[in-house]
C-alpha cells in the first residue's frame, strides 16, 4: 500500500511539474522561431540607395482634381509614364502596376501616379475610363494628365525616357521602367546582384522586376 501511495505522488508531482514548465518551454520554442525568423528578415533584406530627390509636379487625374507631389507626401509610391493607346508595352506594364496594386490594395501607405505622354487623346474622362478598364480600383492610384510640355520635362528630370515618334507604333516612344519613391520623397533602388552600383529604376515589363519591387515597398513601408 505504501508503495502504491509513492507512485501516486511521484505521477502527482510529474504532473504538476508538466502544467508548470511544458508551457514555458513551448514558449522557448516560440520565441526562439520568432528571433530566428527575425534574424532571417534582416538578412534578406536589400540596402535600398537613396538615388536622388523626386521632381516635383502637378497635374490633374482622372477625377479632374488637382494632384500634386505633395499629396504623396508620406507614402511611398510608384511613378511611370505612358499612354492608353498604347499598342505594345503599355499593356504588360499595366497588367503589372495591377498586380503590384492587389499587392498593396489596403495600404493607406502606398500610392501610384500613371502620368500620360499622350494628353491630348488622354483627357481626364478618357483616362477614368481607362482606369475602370484596367482595374485600377485603389484610391491613391492617380492617372495624370496636364500640359505636354510639362510631362516631357518631367520624365527628364526623371531621366525616364518619352518621345514622338511618328514610325513607332501609337506615335510615342517611352521606357518601361517604374520609378520608386520612398515617404521623404526620394527615389530609390537596390543594387544590381553581385554589383556596387544601383539598377536606379524597376523593369516594369518583368516579372523579376516587379518581384522585386514588391519586396521594396515592402520595406519602404516598413522604414
Not at 522557448?28 to 522561431?33: I, L
Not at 491630348?120 to 482595374?135: I, M, Q, R, S, V
Request: proline share 4%; with cysteine.
Amino acid at each position: 500500500m505504501k508503495k502504491n501511495n509513492s507512485y501516486i505522488w511521484i505521477s502527482l508531482i510529474i504532473l504538476v511539474f508538466g502544467i508548470y514548465a511544458v508551457p514555458k518551454i513551448v514558449d522557448r520554442f516560440k520565441n526562439a522561431t520568432v528571433v530566428e525568423n527575425d534574424r532571417l528578415n534582416v538578412a534578406n533584406r536589400k540596402e535600398l540607395k537613396v538615388i536622388g530627390k523626386a521632381p516635383a509636379f502637378s497635374f490633374t487625374n482622372q477625377n479632374n482634381e488637382t494632384i500634386t507631389n505633395a499629396d504623396y507626401q508620406g507614402k511611398v509610391y510608384l511613378v511611370e509614364f505612358f499612354f492608353s493607346n498604347c499598342p505594345t508595352i503599355c499593356p504588360i506594364m499595366n497588367e503589372n502596376m495591377v498586380k503590384i496594386q492587389n499587392e498593396f490594395r489596403t495600404n493607406e501607405n502606398f500610392a501610384i501616379a500613371s502620368i500620360t505622354i499622350d494628353p491630348e487623346n488622354d483627357t481626364p474622362e478618357h483616362l477614368k475610363k481607362h482606369a475602370e478598364f484596367l482595374g485600377a480600383t485603389m484610391k491613391n492610384w492617380n492617372f495624370l494628365t496636364g500640359a505636354e510640355d510639362d510631362i516631357f520635362a518631367l520624365s527628364k528630370k526623371f531621366n525616364l525616357y518619352v518621345g514622338k515618334n511618328d514610325d513607332a507604333p501609337g506615335g510615342f516612344e517611352h521606357s518601361g521602367l517604374f520609378a520608386l519613391i520612398d515617404k521623404n520623397g526620394n527615389i530609390r533602388s537596390r543594387n544590381m546582384e553581385n554589383m556596387d552600383y544601383p539598377i536606379i529604376y524597376y523593369d516594369g515589363t518583368d516579372d523579376a522586376g516587379v518581384k522585386m519591387l514588391k519586396e521594396d515597398i515592402q520595406q519602404l513601408i516598413k522604414e
